[in-house]
């Protein structure tokens, strides 16, 4: 994994820094123990690795290029743009009790492309244990392409007028 550097500024130790992969700078707000990412797009991409807990990240997420993302506790609100979270090329994204919210015209929600995957989990024994997608007015919740797969369970899939989840070209899904 390349290096990742988490600076606070010095007059202002709720604002900080965090500088992944070299090339991506985030601009961040700690707010108690939740971090709040202020961008548009994060990229993990070229056999990366990133663990995001705890968190808000209003933009897209990108992992490609046999990257992993592991998201725990973590909220994500896309935004008209694009898809919210983009899975390609031999890469994964693994979500413990996160809630992910597409938004319209951005295309589908989740997009696992070209041999990736999803695994989307929660904990049963709470009432609020469960991992959630929502896809607003007509997008797909999560759409598998090209020999991806996901393994999902104790998760909340809601689509408002299309099929939750789409599965197409060779791809499998275990629930």
């Known amino acids: ?90 890469s994964s994204i693994s979500l413990w009790k996160s809630n992910i919210t597409g938004a319209t015209g951005g295309g589908d929600v989740i997009w696992i492309y070209n041999n990736s995957s999803i695994s989307s989990n929660g904990d049963s024994s709470t009432s609020d244990g469960r991992s959630n997608i929502t896809a607003p007015s007509a997008e797909h919740g999560i759409r598998f392409e090209l020999s991806s797969s996901g393994d999902i369970s104790t998760t909340n899939i809601t689509s408002v007028d299309r099929q939750a989840i789409y599965l197409q070209h060779n791809s499998s899904l275990a629930v």
Do not use: C, W
Request: charged fraction near 20%; avoid cysteine.
């Open 1 to 90: 994994m390349k290096s990742v550097l988490y600076r606070h500024f010095e007059n202002h130790p709720k604002i900080f820094q965090l500088v992944v992969l070299n090339n991506l700078l985030l601009l961040g707000l700690r707010i108690g123990q939740k971090l709040y990412f202020l961008i548009s797009l994060l990229q993990i991409e070229h056999n990366s690795s990133v663990k995001i807990r705890n968190s808000t990240i209003n933009g897209e997420l990108e992992i490609v290029d046999n990257s992993f993302a592991s998201l725990d506790e973590t909220t994500v609100n896309g935004t008209p743009n694009d898809r919210t979270i983009k899975v390609n090329h031999s």
